[in-house]
């Protein structure tokens, strides 16, 4: 069964979600940090072997009034690199705003410390992003 990977892009790290085999539910899986576009290429294509991927959704920040920014602009650029180290496999853009805040009140309510909520951040708005896409479907 394939699954499908969300990921949210960011300067430092990428957080990884995956779903489950019958396209439910978003799980948190691991942040990547990042230290050269290869090693970024390399840790995804190893994640998507693993898991069987057939899918990337990739959080898209945009602006308020929906236009792309600098860092809409910088996932757009790493998206393009991903189509080729993956070898075309399909990837959706998810309009990404206010994802992080959510995770972030979340992960606040939740009584989760700072320190802990900075390891756990990015992994927790990527499966924001990739469980909005699966209730979408």
Known sequence: MERILGL???DKTIGVAVSDPLGMIAQGVTTIR???I???MEELKNIV???NVSKVVVGLPKNM???IGPQGQKVLNFVEKMKKALN???IILEDER???VSA???LIDGDVKREERKKVIDKVAATYILQTFLDRR
Do not use: A, Q
């Open 65 to 67: 009034n929906n236009t």
């Open 104 to 106: 972030e009140r979340m």
């Open 38 to 40: 290869k090693n970024d």
């Open 49 to 51: 072997n693993e898991y």
């Open 88 to 90: 075309n496999i399909e």
């Open 98 to 100: 206010l994802t992080t």
């Open 8 to 10: 949210d892009v960011g």
């Open 34 to 36: 990042r230290t050269s």
